[in-house]
């Protein structure tokens, strides 16, 4: 059980978006890691930023790790595009860190990261691309994905998909070079 503050605290004085806060009420009631392979909230400090890639301020500034990707370690953070710009973190894009390395925006936005996460599978980040492979003859359902979907449906009006590599390839045009040419100086150091 994650509290409300703990998740909040990457965020610092930026709103956490409501759907986040409430998701980890749901991830609560049915478990950690208990709904879907490809998403669980956590409460993280910036850590595997800091050691994984760059402990710059202006490079930590700019994003907020907020859920784990993969068991092994991979891990999700909302980008700031512009920080010129109203803070509107449920609207940023969302960046997949391999554990290994890679660097994948995965989604324009929040919502469309639960409808990703819908496809019950851990992401395979290389450093060429980002997937989401379901095989059908290791595939083992995550206990509660009926009732995550159903609870997408209820309060967040999302619905499932099977395949995600439509809005991941939508998010990527949209962002990946943005996202690219921003991150590249704090890589070179």
């Not at 998740?7 to 991830?27: E, H, K």
């Not at 993969?70 to 894009?93: H, I, K």
């Not at 359902?141 to 997408?152: C, F, N, Q, V």
């Not at 998909?161 to 704090?186: G, K, M, S, T």
Request: aromatic share 12%; charged share 25%.
């Amino acid at each position: 059980m994650i509290a409300p503050t703990d998740f909040a605290a990457p965020f610092g004085d930026l709103p956490v978006p409501d759907s986040l806060l409430a998701l980890l009420r749901f991830q609560d009631e049915i478990g950690y890691g208990n709904y879907s392979a490809a998403l669980t909230l956590t409460a993280d400090d910036h850590n595997g930023l800091r050691h994984g890639w760059s402990g710059d301020p202006a490079f930590l500034s700019r994003l907020i790790p907020f859920a784990r990707a993969t068991a092994s370690g991979s891990f999700y953070a909302l980008w700031n595009p512009d920080p010129s710009q109203p803070p509107m973190p449920d609207r940023w894009p969302v960046v997949a860190f391999g554990d290994e390395g890679g660097e994948w925006i995965v989604a324009r936005d929040v919502r469309e990261l639960l409808r990703v996460s819908t496809c019950d599978v851990e992401p395979r980040i290389d450093f060429d691309r980002i997937h989401y492979f379901r095989s059908e003859h290791h595939y083992r359902k995550s206990d509660g994905l009926d009732a995550y979907i159903e609870w997408l449906r209820e309060h967040l009006q999302i619905a499932p998909v099977d395949d995600p590599e439509a809005i991941l390839a939508a998010a990527q045009q949209e962002w990946q070079d943005d996202f690219e040419r921003w991150i590249e100086p704090f890589l070179q150091g």
